[in-house]
């Protein structure tokens, strides 16, 4: 089949390789999270599992090169440095082409899914969005009437400093919004709470999460604080005429979204009250979509 793209989005928690069609759609897709074994060699462990979903796609689809998205600070190919990934100076666009034998595009995670939920939704009505994905840690990015604007800064707002001498990140600093506020962050505290495995699925967490609901509300209400705290600093600094909350946040937008909307008008600092927040509405795709773009 010709007329499709191969997108990967790989974070520190799981890796998604999806076949995008020329409406910019998800046609097909492969999902893998990663065990807490795994973790501890997550970079080996993705790259496996790219490499023969991608040789078993060749075998179906008629194409010549892949994107990916991935956490961290990336130039030619190479991930400078990817705290939540834990890699420094890997050439990870050679070592995929070697193995895969297809052209290789590597970007930045969040860039590619602001600019995938872009052409993915209407948001041409916006000016200046502030995309933001919740995920392992938080990416962001300003998008400038459908631009990404170039600036390194705005690919690391989840390192955005929001409680001073806060809980040490991995980047170095204290007190980082994703040390708070990233969906990670906020599995983790329902499991530990819980007593569930940390290799618990998506899904049976959620299901957990609506069973036990009454014994993890503080988790959720101090969460949502968080969120708005780091949100209202964002806003404020950056003036966007919408932000679009992507990344793992999606599959628990029913939970934490609208009480979000309604916490952060309370905010005293917040200078925009009526600002407009909503999910992606390309859900956790939009990594997958923007990396084919």
């Known amino acids: 089949m010709d007329n499709i793209r191969i997108g990967i989005d790989l974070g520190g928690s799981h890796v998604s390789v999806g076949v995008v069609n020329n409406n910019y759609q998800v046609i097909e897709q492969y999902e893998k999270d990663f065990t807490v074994e795994e973790k501890k060699n997550v970079i080996k462990v993705a790259i496996e599992y790219i490499v023969n979903t991608v040789n078993h796609l060749k075998s179906i689809y008629n194409f010549s090169e892949i994107g990916i998205g991935m956490a961290g600070t990336i130039k030619d190919g190479i991930i400078l440095v990817s705290p939540n990934i834990g890699i420094k100076n890997l050439n990870i666009k ?8 297809v052209k290789v595009n590597i970007s930045n995670d969040a860039m590619c899914a602001a ?28 998008l400038l009437n459908g631009k990404i604007v170039d600036n390194p800064e705005y690919q690391e707002l989840g390192h955005t400093i929001i409680k001073e001498n806060g809980i040490q990140c991995k980047c170095g600093k204290k007190g980082c919004f994703e040390r708070y506020g990233s969906i990670l962050v906020f599995k983790n505290k329902i499991i530990e709470r819980l ?20 014994k993890v509300e503080d988790i959720i209400e101090e969460y949502i604080n968080d969120l708005c705290l780091g949100l209202s600093i964002l806003i404020n600094k950056f003036n966007p005429d919408i932000v679009v909350i992507g990344g793992g946040f999606a599959r628990y937008d029913y939970l934490l979204l609208e009480p979000l909307k309604e916490r952060i008008k309370g905010m005293e600092l917040l200078h925009n009250k009526d600002i407009i927040i909503q999910t992606a509405k390309s859900g956790n795709d939009a990594g997958i979509i923007g990396a084919t773009i």
């Open 94 to 101: 050679k070592l995929l082409e070697e193995k895969t034998g």
């Open 195 to 214: 007593g569930l495995s940390y290799d618990i699925s998506g899904p049976d967490l959620r299901e957990q999460i609506k069973i036990h609901q009454e």
């Open 115 to 142: 600019i995938g939920e872009y052409v993915y939704s209407n948001l041409r009505n916006y000016e200046k969005i502030l995309f933001l994905t919740l995920g392992t840690g938080i990416g962001g990015n300003i």
